[in-house]
């Protein structure tokens, strides 16, 4: 399959990436061989509250991204129910517009109750749209709060979108989004208040200093639904492309470092599982449940039985002697 997808056949491409999101063995030793085939597409990251437009701006980006001439996969995650464990992935019903075009490959995915605004399986199908050759990946985050900053370990640029009359200007500034945005779109900028809007984010953009080696953030405005400003924006996207081409060395590693840390906890957590007998870690959450443990103690004891595997050093013989050092 991977073979077959890299070569441009989208039912391969579709199947892998199911794979991919159920974990499955053959979605891994796929990621294994397309790795080194991937490092050529550019991932771009939109975010945003609900209502905010995300869905319609995308659509918009894919025929900026398609007159440029470039190849383009979309990942529109969606959440899913804590109650029911379903999701309406509807967020390609925006973008039905592209649906016959081979140079554009959608995907929805849902969350599976994975928090910070992708599905756990995000990056990993973002590497194999670009190992089968797509120009541009965009990703849809999900839209349900304040805290979506995952998206900074997953694409190389972060496009936060705000509209205007959303509540007071507070909002504009949250903690944690200031911080991801590379580029701010102020969408439906046709509403009033949106110059307000803009001035809020430039406003707090300005107390921060930024070096010469540094990307300073844009505030755009945008009206998805006409195409008003979608234009500048990928033109943008553009400048901020060009300046990694320079400066982009440190944040790649860094974003390769977060990845590597979530695949290392990942792959921890799946081992603890295997390792503790059946129906052990049930018994520790009823004990923590009832109160006749607590969660750290019950971690603890989790650990101990880990590093008392054997061939697995403990932490004590890790520590180096006197005489060693």
């Given at each position: 399959?991977?073979?077959?997808?890299r070569n441009?056949?989208?039912?391969a491409?579709?199947?892998?990436?199911?794979?991919?999101?159920?974990r499955?063995p053959?979605?891994?030793?796929a990621?294994?061989?397309?790795y080194?085939?991937?490092?050529r597409?550019h991932?771009?990251?939109?975010?945003?509250?609900?209502?905010?437009?995300?869905?319609?701006l995308?659509?918009?980006?894919?025929?900026?991204i398609?007159r440029?001439?470039l190849?383009?996969?979309?990942?529109a995650?969606?959440?899913?129910?804590?109650?029911?464990?379903?999701?309406?992935?509807g967020?390609?019903?925006?973008?039905?517009?592209h649906?016959?075009?081979?140079?554009?490959?959608?995907r929805?995915?849902a969350?599976?109750?994975?928090?910070?605004?992708?599905?756990?399986?995000t990056?990993?199908?973002a590497?194999?749209?670009?190992?089968?050759?797509?120009?541009?990946v965009?990703i849809?985050t999900v839209?349900?709060?304040?805290?979506e900053v995952?998206i900074?370990?997953?694409a190389?640029?972060?496009?936060?979108?705000l509209?205007?009359?959303?509540?007071?200007?507070?909002?504009?500034?949250k903690?944690g989004v200031?911080?991801?945005?590379?580029?701010?779109?102020?969408?439906?900028?046709?509403?009033?208040?949106?110059?307000r809007?803009?001035?809020t984010?430039?406003?707090?953009?300005?107390?921060h200093?930024?070096?010469?080696?540094?990307w300073?953030?844009?505030?755009l405005?945008?009206?998805?639904?006409?195409?008003?400003g979608?234009?500048?924006l990928?033109t943008?996207?553009?400048?901020?492309?060009?300046?990694?081409?320079?400066?982009?060395?440190?944040?790649?590693r860094?974003?390769h470092?977060?990845?590597?840390r979530?695949?290392?906890?990942?792959?921890?957590?799946?081992?603890?599982?295997?390792?503790?007998?059946?129906?052990?870690?049930?018994?520790?959450?009823?004990?923590?449940?009832?109160?006749?443990s607590?969660?750290?103690?019950?971690?603890?004891?989790?650990?101990?039985r880990i590093?008392?595997?054997p061939?697995?050093?403990?932490?004590?013989?890790?520590?180096p002697?006197?005489?060693s050092?």
């Open positions: 399959m991977a073979t077959r997808a441009g056949d989208r039912r491409l579709a199947r892998l990436l199911t794979e991919i999101e159920n499955s053959e979605g891994e030793a990621l294994r061989s397309l080194r085939h991937a490092g597409a991932l771009v990251g939109v975010t945003g509250a609900p209502g905010t437009g995300k869905s319609t995308v659509d918009r980006l894919i025929a900026e398609r440029a001439g190849t383009v996969g979309v990942l995650v969606d959440p899913t129910s804590p109650f029911t464990g379903g999701a309406v992935l967020d390609r019903v925006r973008m039905v517009t649906a016959n075009d081979h140079g554009v490959f959608i929805s995915m969350t599976r109750g994975h928090l910070g605004g992708l599905a756990r399986a990056g990993d199908a590497l194999v749209l670009d190992a089968a050759g797509m120009d541009i965009l849809e839209g349900v709060g304040q805290d995952e900074v370990s997953t190389d640029i972060s496009i936060v979108v509209v205007p009359g959303t509540g007071d200007d507070v909002q504009a500034i903690a200031m911080e991801i945005g590379d580029i701010f779109v102020v969408n439906k900028a046709d509403r009033e208040g949106a110059d809007v803009v001035q984010v430039a406003a707090n953009l300005s107390l200093t930024y070096g010469p080696a540094e300073t953030p844009t505030v405005k945008t009206e998805a639904t006409s195409g008003g979608v234009g500048e990928w943008e996207i553009g400048r901020f492309r060009e300046w990694t081409k320079e400066h982009g060395r440190a944040r790649r860094e974003r470092s977060r990845r590597l979530e695949h290392l906890s990942a792959s921890l957590l799946r081992h603890v599982e295997s390792v503790l007998p059946p129906g052990e870690f049930e018994r520790l959450v009823d004990e923590v449940s009832a109160r006749k607590d969660p750290y103690s019950a971690v603890a004891e989790i650990m101990r590093l008392s595997e061939g697995v050093p403990s932490p004590e013989s890790r520590v002697s006197p005489e050092r």
